[in-house]
């Protein structure tokens, strides 16, 4: 009889049948060797978001795992932005004095942090120089969660070096991924059934959320939890709402934030409530970056989800609104197709006209968004919950220790 | 239509898919390029091969065993057995007949098409299966 971890046992009821026994069979023969990670930050989405929840359950199988963060100092910072908009394709100054920042803080930090392990799995571009200090031991993987296909070619061209240090690198999509000299393997990103943005709510939860966010449950919503940025298109589900609502009484509700902290965002959020004004139906909602359970609250009391960004790296929101069985139209950016099943867990457009027939459809019947959004929880379960990338990390480890 | 079912090795699968393409393009004056498009992307995969620990006897022992494991194991047993052992079927056809003597039940398995539906769907028939021969008191 294998025994599971309790902290893993807690999955049973939301995995899919027989994982947890194949999770601890396959930790049983990785017993005893190091996973460290190594990202730049213990707070927020993306790499910190999942390492926050995988490593202690890759310690609670018995992996010698730890997660370890970069620190720099302010010119660091400023550097690693730049770079990150470099490799999503903008056009950034990037000097001389950063490159050497990026480069002195890889070495500074490599030289205290406990890096000798059987596995280092460095995530995205702040920790990527790190590999220049690698020692013998050890397998080394770069583990990128974002869409370097338009990074810049010159900033390309210098990463690019690292990258080539690595044994192997990990993307979340093939065409996120850029030629490189190292074996390129695909994980998709996760969401955890149990945290605060995913676990199941009571009804009275949800109601209190929706009082709280002062969002009426008279009528259909629809939302978007996006930040406000230009790619998010908010303003073409805006006319989606528009078109569809000459036909269907509903609610639009757009969640996001990146507000506050950008004049991009203070731009887009501004044209936003201009586009609302008059429509007491439509509710542009900013929230803070911890907002997990107003997201989930918002998500479960959604009829649809939509989800139509110009540019998207994987689109894991898409995932979490499937999750809580809601039906999605989204667009064909980033990781939204390989969620988005057309007509089977929710309806891929390429146009806001397209996104306001899916609205009408889906909300003249009942059954097809029952349908849609029951295949949609169901196709999560078997391919976007963390027990699955947890699966995928310990087969990593597998593959790449011996 | 290509039945990958209907090879018995990767190779004479790959040998099959390249000729039907090359006589495809035989009969094109232009060459089509998915310009607008998402391009193919070609992925490589590996199995790692996990023991369960789970070994079963009877034919009730393997109904019951079917239900609880990953599905990863229906695939590895039913679909990927026939390509890695050669031999034209998959492993729980091969145990029915040959560890248990149940001929007419492995042959109702071995018909079993993994590409007609769901991994999960594929399940549930041979559960079925094993239900009926269960009750028939096989």
């Not at chain 1, 480069?103 to 392990?117: K, S």
């Not at chain 2, 769907?121 to 299966?129: D, E, G, K, P, S």
Request: net charge neutral.
């Amino acid at each position: 009889m294998t025994m599971i971890p309790a902290q893993l046992e807690a999955y049973r009821e939301v995995a899919p049948r027989g994982t947890l026994e194949l999770l601890a069979r396959l930790a049983e023969r990785l017993r005893g060797r190091r996973f460290v990670h190594v990202n730049s930050s213990r707070y927020g989405g993306g790499s910190p978001e999942i390492l926050n929840r995988l490593v202690p359950m890759l310690q609670a199988l018995g992996i010698d795992s730890a997660w370890e963060v970069i620190v720099g100092d302010p010119e660091f910072y400023a550097a690693i932005r730049a770079l990150e908009l470099a490799a999503a394709g903008r056009e950034q100054h990037i000097s001389a004095s950063m490159l050497r920042s990026y480069e002195e803080t890889a070495a500074a930090n490599a030289a205290t942090l406990p890096l000798d392990a059987d596995l280092v799995m460095v995530h995205d571009l702040a920790p990527l120089p790190l590999v220049r200090h690698r020692r013998d031991r050890g397998r080394w993987v770069w583990r990128c969660h974002t869409d370097l296909s338009q990074a810049l070619r010159r900033v390309w061209h210098l990463l690019r070096r690292d990258v080539g240090r690595y044994d192997a690198t990990v993307f979340s999509l093939p065409k996120f991924a850029q030629r490189v000299p190292v074996p390129a393997l695909i994980i998709h990103p996760s969401v955890d059934p149990l945290s605060e943005k995913n676990r199941d709510l009571s009804r009275a939860e949800i109601q209190q959320g929706l009082d709280r966010l002062g969002i009426p449950r008279d009528k259909p919503i629809l939302l978007q939890v996006a930040p406000y940025t230009a790619s998010a298109d908010h303003p073409g589900v805006i006319q989606a709402y528009r078109l569809a609502k000459k036909y269907v009484d509903c609610r639009l509700v757009l969640a996001g934030g990146g507000a506050a902290d950008n004049p991009e965002g203070s731009a887009i959020l501004a044209e936003v409530r201009q586009a609302a004004a008059g429509d007491a139906d439509i509710h542009p909602l900013v929230l803070p970056p911890d907002a997990a359970r107003e997201i989930n609250v918002l998500q479960r009391a959604a009829a649809i989800v939509l989800h139509k960004p110009i540019k998207d790296d994987f689109g894991l929101g898409v995932a979490e609104a499937m999750w809580k069985g809601k039906p999605v139209i989204g667009s064909f950016a980033g990781g939204i197709p390989v969620q988005v099943i057309f007509e089977v867990t929710g309806y891929t457009v390429n146009s806001v006209e397209g996104a306001a027939f899916r609205i009408r459809q889906l909300l003249d019947s009942a059954d097809l968004m029952a349908r849609l959004g029951g295949a949609a929880r169901e196709y999560v379960r078997r391919n976007f919950l963390i027990t699955r990338h947890l699966g995928d990390y310990l087969a990593l480890l597998a593959n790449l220790t011996g | 239509m290509v039945d990958p079912a209907h090879f018995p090795n990767l190779q004479a699968l790959r040998e099959e898919l390249v000729s039907v393409i090359d006589d495809h393009l035989r009969g094109l004056q232009v060459v089509p390029s998915a310009v607008l498009g998402e391009p193919f992307e070609f992925i490589q995969s590996r199995i790692v091969e996990i023991p369960t620990g789970i070994e079963v006897r009877t034919l009730e022992e393997f109904r019951d065993a079917l239900l609880d494991v990953d599905v990863s194991a229906v695939y590895f047993h039913l679909v990927e057995a026939r390509m890695r052992l050669g031999r034209g079927q998959n492993d729980f056809a091969a145990w029915l007949e040959h560890g248990l003597g149940l001929p007419a039940l492995a042959a109702k398995v071995r018909a079993v098409d993994p590409y007609a539906g769901s991994l999960e769907r594929a399940r549930t028939r041979l559960i079925q299966f094993c239900d009926d021969a269960l009750t028939a008191g096989t």
